[in-house]
């Protein structure tokens, strides 16, 4: 297996099984201390840099407490409105990087050009996580599902899988990358102009990933023992901040997860998934059912993230 230290987390196109295993095996050792609501001094003498030039609330905080878990310091930016890249010098990504890289040991990046943590990696010398890039990639969330899954059902392998939304949208195209290393069929369910890139179909299919297409989830969620589930009524993830502005479309009901339809044909053991934010294609009156587990997954994001650090630091082999 490929050592994670000093290494890049940009994408899971690359990640082979025994590093997604490794991975979970430190998430497990590092869980007790964000269960008891404790830090460790394992990170003391690193400092984690976020460089966020998109909104984010889950993907920037969660790196942010697992790097305060492990002991570390958090430096960086939440807008790239108050930086140098965002005002008239619109600096480039690798003159920002090459200054990141000597305020911190990781940088995590969020941005809204797809491949822009990958420029970035290109010039800096230290390790680069890939916090979500336009309509590219989100590793780090897609690793916290797959580990909450792990968690809920024991095993990965064999589980049927039902993706519901637009898959354009960068967790879709961790999750198909990731699933290719474990035995489980999945089945994408998305609207009209929302299907998933051929780029990343070819992908998949190189890799044997075994995949279909459905048109209702009503017809395919019977079978589901995971639902994962992201918007379709989406901002432009091309933009650094896409406002809303007047009335926004709402969910039609065929990429809608009702209570009603979970109850009538979700299996009773089956989980339900959701990075988050949601509009409307999840109801409130979901959340306490024995079926969500997105406020599990918001626990694990940072267990997940915690243990990425400990490896691409080199305090964990």
């Known amino acids: ?18 590093e997604f295993s490794r991975v979970f095996e430190v998430a497990d050792e590092l869980a007790p201390f964000a ?3 404790q830090n460790t001094d394992l990170l003391a003498d690193k400092t984690l840099v976020t460089a966020f030039y998109q909104p984010s609330t889950r993907t920037r905080l969660a790196h942010e ?5 492990l002991g570390g310091h958090v430096t960086g930016f939440a807008d790239a409105k108050m930086t140098r ?15 990141l890289e000597f305020y911190g040991d990781v940088v995590v990046m969020r941005h809204f050009e797809k491949g822009a943590p990958h420029e970035a990696a290109k010039w800096a010398s230290i390790p680069i996580i890939n916090g979500g890039d336009g309509w590219g990639e989100h590793p780090t969330q897609i690793l916290t599902d797959l580990y909450t899954v792990l968690k809920e059902k024991g095993t990965i392998d064999g589980l049927k899988w039902v993706a519901v939304g637009d898959m354009r949208m960068r967790t879709m195209h961790s999750l ?8 489980c069929p999945i089945t994408f369910v998305a609207p009209p102009g929302m299907e998933m890139p051929e780029e990343y179909e070819k992908d998949f299919e190189a890799m044997a990933l ?4 459905a048109d209702h989830v009503g017809d395919v969620i019977g079978d589901a023992d995971v639902i994962l589930v992201e918007p379709t009524v989406q901002p ?41 934010p949601r509009m409307d294609e999840v109801p409130d009156n979901v959340d306490i059912s024995r079926w969500s587990r997105y406020w599990q997954e918001a626990f694990n994001g940072v267990v997940m993230r915690m243990a990425l650090l400990a490896l691409i630091t080199g305090k964990m082999e």
């Open 176 to 183: 198909g990358h990731a699933l290719t290393q474990y035995d």
């Open 1 to 18: 297996m490929r050592s994670f230290a000093g290494r890049d987390i940009l994408s899971l196109k690359n990640f082979e099984r025994n």
């Open 210 to 213: 075994d995949f279909s297409y």
């Open 236 to 276: 432009d993830y091309t933009k650094s901040r896409d406002e809303r502005s007047g009335e926004v479309p709402t969910t039609p009901d065929n990429y809608k997860i009702t209570l009603d339809l979970l109850k009538n044909k979700a299996k009773s053991d089956a989980i339900l998934l959701h990075s988050l």
């Open 65 to 69: 407490a697992a790097m305060h878990r």
């Open 85 to 99: 890249a965002g005002d008239f010098y619109q600096e480039s990504i690798k003159d920002t990087i090459k200054m």
């Open 35 to 37: 269960r008891n609501r």
